[in-house]
């Protein structure tokens, strides 16, 4: 590890202007290129103390040995350089977008004489015009296919063409019409360029000229009685609308743009591109990142453009790229953009309308990328077998830890404050052994507390097991297992919690895990820890994953662990540990929403939904059934004189919900007609209007 003040550079020696600047490690070879608006402010952030670095940060300046820069005039130079750098010395520790697969273009040769229409792959070539990318080489050729009828452009090899030029023979799409033959000079070899001109101008958008030309020539060929020309120009116009329909209409007015979205999480990035021409889709792609330095969304959407033009120039590069979050900062970025297309190029995050709408279809997309690469990453048995020995090498444990659990605590400011208990064997998830708790030892926010109060109330469980089942005989006794709350199983059915007696089912708590994670720092861990150790419990290792730095904390240590960011064993701790939180916060949620259906009506035998919504009707709101008399609630259907008097009781005893206030006047306002029974009163607005507690996205805040 080499200590950064070894290669500092002199005071005054760093330029306050605009470059580009790279670190060397001991080799010579370039391990991370940067760009700056001040080199000299830049360069200063590297070389302080290391110890309040982020991680990955204070991996890159410890594995350099030296740096270096170049002076640029602008920060549009010094991007260009930056994208020039990357791609030349290809540094481990920069952001670098890799493709799964390589995506194929509808391409048309116009470099050549006779322009031919094929599917390529791989870097482009100049003179060629591409379309796409597209996901799937045969949704090039079925297009292709379709278009051929009406643009019957050359799609043979060179040396079909030469010999069907010798024998003086075409090959059998001549004969069939879907291409014009120009290999025995059936069309010149203008007239031919001209047809794939045309099949260009429709791959662009440019789509309602040659229908509406088509629909006109078809009328001419009728009203000349050439019926057979007209059918034949008929079909030529199905063919076109078929293809349109395999691409729909997304934004209005023909709009040329790029939709970027952007899905991340600590230490990998998803990008989902969708390329808009005319209108319509016409590609996708996508890519996947490790992020292997400190990044916002707005540097990766930096990376990601790019990676996207840095080789396009012209019409390549659209009028419009629509991102998620902008550059910091915007403008060098786009003067870069623009000077690609050789016109200006907008770079906005969409607000709002149709634009908005598919944005945020990108953006499921890319969500759903970044699960299913993750998902292929751990359902890799080597990985998996990897992940557990490095877990079980940081953390000195004797063996891989096969099982796994982890406790995370969730509530909404203090309330509803539940836990949560995953599993995970041989690196996978067991959804049938996840368990959740209400926390029952005290009221309000405590989340060490409430962590050595679910540990312990676990491990009692397994303790109890065992001295059921006769494997534990120590004098000392276990206590009474407790009922705790219902379990949810793989297959999201309600299960019970109490031990299984002799029918075979495995018991809920009787299998120990090797390793205990926490969501959390060194307080939670210590908790754990600490209830572990009351019930004599000493065989099982406790670690914590913190969110901020995604550390590792050990009983008893002041220093946390940090795994190198490209460990399989911290991927594989930190899917443990969200999947916990995504466990903990369903549940919490679900409380909540529970409560907040709470009525006083519930609490009347006998009395079901169906009468509760004819009472609710009836009166109009929970105020006015409360100051109803009996003989009144006794002309509701299907209320009885001894009902009636069963919910004038419980609501007598029920306390009356608090008003609303308006928080603008501080007026207390009439409840309003048809309130749910119960609901949870809430304030009223500046207008008067109710205001709705937030959704769980929108209070995440407050949410833990």
Request: include cysteine.
């Amino acid at each position: 590890m080499v200590d950064p003040s070894s290669y500092r550079p002199k005071p005054g020696e760093i330029p306050d202007t605009p470059g580009v600047y790279r670190f060397r490690d001991e080799h010579r070879r370039v391990i991370y290129v940067g760009k700056a608006k001040s080199l000299r402010q830049r360069l200063a952030n590297y070389f302080q103390d290391v110890a309040g670095m982020h991680p990955r940060t204070r991996s890159m300046v410890t594995t350099a040995a030296s740096v270096e820069w170049t002076v640029v005039s602008t920060e549009v130079e010094a991007l260009q350089l930056e994208y020039s750098w990357i791609k030349e010395y290809d540094p481990r520790f920069n952001v670098k977008y890799r493709d799964d697969k390589s995506y194929p273009y509808l391409a048309v040769t116009m470099n050549e004489e006779y322009p031919r229409v094929q599917v390529m792959r791989g870097h482009k070539k100049k003179g060629v015009r591409y379309f796409g990318p597209y996901g799937h080489a045969w949704a090039i050729r079925d297009t292709v296919d379709l278009l051929l009828r009406v643009f019957p452009v050359r799609t043979c090899s060179a040396g079909v063409f030469k010999n069907a030029a010798r024998t003086g023979r075409p090959c059998l799409l001549g004969y069939i019409g879907k291409c014009s033959a120009p290999c025995v000079d059936r069309v010149s070899a203008e007239e031919h360029r001209e047809l794939a001109d045309e099949f260009c101008d429709f791959m662009t958008g440019r789509t309602n000229t040659y229908i509406r030309r088509l629909e006109k020539q078809m009328g001419e060929a009728a009203e000349e009685m050439e019926y057979e020309r007209a059918a034949r120009l008929r079909d030529d116009i199905g063919a076109l609308k078929k293809a349109m329909e395999k691409s729909a209409v997304v934004l209005a007015d023909a709009t040329d743009a790029d939709l970027i979205a952007v899905a991340e999480d600590e230490l990998e990035a998803a990008v989902q591109i969708f390329h808009v021409r005319g209108g319509r889709v016409r590609g996708q792609r996508g890519w996947v990142t490790d992020k292997v330095e400190e990044i916002t969304t707005g540097a990766l959407v930096e990376h990601a453009l790019q990676q996207l033009y840095g080789e396009e120039t012209g019409d390549a590069v659209p009028k419009e790229v629509l991102v998620p979050a902008l550059p910091d900062p915007v403008e060098p970025v786009q003067e870069w953009l623009t000077g690609r297309r050789g016109s200006i190029v907008s770079l906005r995050v969409p607000q709002r309308g149709d634009k908005k709408a598919l944005m945020e279809t990108v953006q499921r997309n890319a969500q759903q990328a970044l699960v299913l690469h993750k998902t292929k990453r751990a359902s890799d048995l080597t990985t998996r077998s990897r992940a557990l020995e490095e877990i079980a090498d940081a953390l000195d444990l004797d063996s891989a830890p096969l099982r796994i659990e982890c406790y995370d605590i969730s509530h909404l400011q203090g309330d509803d404050v539940v836990a949560s208990m995953v599993v995970f064997e041989d690196g996978l998830a067991r959804k049938s052994e996840y368990r959740r708790f209400q926390i029952k030892g005290f009221a309000g926010q405590d989340d060490v507390r409430s962590m050595h109060e679910v540990i312990t109330r676990r491990f009692r469980r397994y303790l109890a097991e065992k001295e059921k089942t006769g494997e534990w005989t120590d004098g000392e006794g276990a206590d009474t297992p407790e009922d705790d709350t219902p379990e949810i199983n793989s297959h999201g059915e309600i299960v019970g919690t109490g031990p299984t007696e002799d029918d075979g089912r495995p018991r809920k708590f009787a299998y120990p895990p090797q390793l205990v994670v926490v969501d959390g720092g060194a307080p939670q861990v210590v908790a754990a820890r600490r209830a572990l150790d009351e019930l004599g419990i000493d065989d099982i290792a406790v670690c914590g994953l913190a969110k901020r730095l995604e550390e590792v904390w050990l009983p008893g240590d002041d220093d946390p662990v940090i795994l190198p960011r490209t460990s399989e064993g911290l991927y594989l701790l930190q899917r443990v540990r969200d999947e916990a939180h995504r466990f903990a916060i369903t549940y919490q949620r679900a409380k909540r929403a529970k409560r907040f259906r709470s009525s006083p009506l519930d609490d009347v035998p006998g009395l079901g939904d169906t009468r509760k919504q004819a009472l609710l009707k009836h009166f109009g709101s929970l105020k006015k059934l409360r100051s109803a008399t009996i003989d009144q609630i006794c002309e509701v259907p299907g209320i009885g004189r001894k009902t009636a008097e069963t919910i004038a009781a419980a609501l007598a005893q029920a306390a009356p919900a608090a008003p609303a206030v308006n928080t603008a006047t501080g007026e207390i306002m009439e409840e309003e007609p048809g309130t749910e029974a119960g609901s949870e009163p809430g304030t009223m607005g500046s207008s008067g209007e109710p205001v709705t507690m937030g959704a769980p996205d929108e209070r995440r805040g407050q949410e833990t």
